[in-house]
């Protein structure tokens, strides 16, 4: 699958704490629904955003910023060093982020009368998407985990296990991931399941991307 490169950056909004693109939904039967895109680190808001034609009409899809300048049309939602081959992140700016993610998610159910937000992302915005999912579970439905993990750091914040067993998860990671091997998704699976989420989870061949095959399962999962 070619995803589409075609959306403009004047399109970008900057009323709320992060600035983001929307591609609003069409008239919805039932519950309005959202899907908030995070991007990975050294990315923007149009990367995720190039996936919305491909997503259900009948929700919203947004894509915001990350706070994090890492130079030209590059952010993050924190700061990671890979030096000692093991991720190791900038904790204060990680617990910022996910103040602001929080409050954007506030943002976007008040200004669009949203009632179900599922938050997803792609490695870095993956690694958010469940440490939000898992520490404020009544702001999200579900979470989308494309290429990501669970942070360690995040653990002891973690909702209790009855305020978790209603959240949704969605797991896709490549076999051949060698940014994010492959054990890191297991390792969230298991302890998803532990914790009484059954997540629809995925292993493909594919290292450290999204494929057709990924967003084809994806639609399945958001029906």
């Given at each position: 699958?070619?995803?589409?490169?075609?959306?403009?950056?004047?399109?970008?909004?900057?009323?709320?704490?992060?600035?983001?693109?929307?591609?609003?939904?069409?008239?919805?039967?039932?519950?309005?629904?959202?899907?908030?895109?995070?991007?990975?680190?050294?990315?923007?808001?149009q990367?995720l955003?190039?996936?919305?034609?491909?997503?259900?009409?009948?929700?919203?899809?947004?894509?915001?910023?990350?706070?994090?300048?890492?130079?030209?049309?590059?952010?993050?939602?924190y700061?990671?060093?890979?030096?000692?081959?093991?991720?190791?992140?900038?904790?204060?700016?990680?617990?910022?982020?996910?103040?602001?993610?929080?409050?954007?998610?506030?943002?976007?159910?008040?200004?669009?009368?949203i009632?179900?937000?599922?938050?997803?992302?792609?490695?870095?915005?993956?690694?958010?998407?469940?440490?939000?999912?898992?520490?404020?579970?009544?702001?999200?439905?579900?979470?989308?985990?494309?290429?990501?993990?669970?942070?360690?750091?995040?653990?002891?914040?973690?909702?209790?296990?009855?305020?978790?067993?209603?959240?949704?998860?969605?797991?896709?990671?490549?076999?051949?991931?060698?940014?994010?091997?492959?054990?890191?998704?297991?390792?969230?699976?298991?302890?998803?399941?532990?914790?009484?989420?059954?997540?629809?989870?995925?292993?493909?061949?594919?290292?450290?991307?999204?494929?057709?095959?990924?967003?084809?399962?994806?639609?399945?999962?958001?029906?």
């Amino acid at each position: 699958m070619v995803f589409r490169e075609d959306i403009k950056a004047d399109t970008l909004a900057s009323d709320m704490v992060l600035k983001y693109l929307v591609r609003p939904a069409s008239e919805a039967l039932g519950k309005r629904k959202a899907l908030i895109l995070l991007h990975g680190v050294g990315s923007h808001e149009q990367d995720l955003f190039s996936l919305a034609p491909y997503l259900p009409d009948d929700v919203m899809v947004i894509s915001p910023r990350g706070p994090i300048v890492l130079g030209e049309g590059r952010y993050a939602w924190y700061q990671v060093d890979f030096s000692s081959g093991k991720p190791m992140i900038n904790a204060g700016q990680e617990e910022q982020s996910r103040e602001l993610i929080r409050e954007f998610i506030s943002q976007v159910k008040a200004k669009y009368s949203i009632d179900e937000v599922y938050l997803g992302g792609f490695s870095q915005g993956a690694i958010m998407s469940y440490t939000i999912g898992l520490t404020q579970p009544e702001l999200v439905a579900g979470v989308l985990a494309f290429s990501g993990r669970i942070l360690k750091e995040i653990r002891p914040l973690l909702g209790a296990s009855d305020r978790l067993k209603s959240l949704r998860a969605f797991i896709a990671h490549g076999t051949q991931d060698t940014t994010l091997p492959v054990h890191y998704a297991r390792e969230a699976k298991a302890f998803l399941e532990s914790a009484g989420i059954a997540p629809a989870y995925h292993e493909l061949e594919m290292g450290h991307q999204l494929t057709g095959e990924v967003i084809a399962a994806v639609l399945d999962w958001l029906k």
